[in-house]
């Protein structure tokens, strides 16, 4: 399958960032064999896809229901509208800051599928969970309880180890790469067959100097990024690295 980078801006960005990014990113070599996405803060989602012609559009988070009055929520179908394919769904900031729990992943993953998007559900464990030795047993606890009912067509896993993000400190590709495995065996094991061909990607402090190493393993198949999606230039390195681990 081609790779997957994913830019999750979080709530950073301006409408000057997405001007000077996206000068930037036209001036450098299109890219082959990787689907790029961007997922900018939910204001900004037009004025990005006014600017990039060659990038998919994701959101970062969506409601957990089909509409109604829900104040300050956003719905899959006006992410859909406005040119959404991707949605990240269970961040590990969600999760820690806003509570959110395996059971609202799942029925938010189900309402971006049905909606035709691709769900890109986040798990991980943390640091404390890692050191105990109960990595594998947290990350398949959250893994089925965010996909109860969930189809999967259009879906795509993200590991996100909590200690690895935004901290600077990258799970080793060996580390990855094995959590990779787990994720796969289990995605085989709920689905069948066709857990073999969901994408899981990788996410954590990835950057330019750490990227091409961990796309060279087996079960990497792309990366979320955070901070270094942010600019354009060490965006495209890591989407570069991508496409080469794939060739
Ligand atoms: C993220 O926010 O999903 C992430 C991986 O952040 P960072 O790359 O900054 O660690």
């Not at 960005?13 to 900018?40: A, D, H, N, T």
């Not at 896993?157 to 787990?182: F, K, N």
């Amino acid at each position: 399958m081609a790779g997957l980078v994913i830019a999750n801006w979080k709530m950073h960005g301006s409408l000057g960032l997405i001007e000077e990014f996206s000068r930037e990113w036209q001036l450098l070599p299109p890219l082959s064999e990787v689907s790029v996405v961007l997922c900018p803060p939910a204001p900004y989602l037009g004025a990005v896809s006014n600017a990039f012609e060659d990038v998919a559009l994701g959101a970062q988070n969506c409601a957990d229901q089909v509409e109604g009055a829900f104040t300050g929520e956003i719905s899959v179908q006006m992410l859909s509208e406005l040119g959404c394919s991707y949605v990240i769904i269970g961040h590990s900031e969600r999760r820690a800051l806003y509570s959110e729990t395996d059971a609202q992943v799942a029925v938010k993953a189900a309402l971006v599928i049905a909606q035709g998007l691709h769900a890109v559900v986040c798990v991980g464990e943390t640091l404390e969970h890692r050191d105990a030795g109960q990595q594998d047993k947290i990350v398949i606890e959250q893994l089925l309880g965010s996909l109860a009912q969930v189809p999967c067509e259009n879906l795509v896993v993200a590991y996100e180890p909590v200690w690895a993000i935004g901290t600077g400190r990258t799970a080793t590709p060996a580390q990855a790469d094995a959590m990779h495995g787990v994720i796969r065996s289990c995605l085989c094991e709920h689905f069948g067959e066709v857990g073999a061909g969901i994408p899981i990607i990788y996410g954590g402090s990835v950057k330019p100097e750490n990227a091409s190493v961990l796309f060279e393993c087996d079960n990497i198949d792309g990366s979320l990024v955070g901070g270094a999606s942010l600019n354009a230039n060490s965006f495209w390195q890591i989407a570069s690295a991508a496409s080469a681990g794939r060739a």
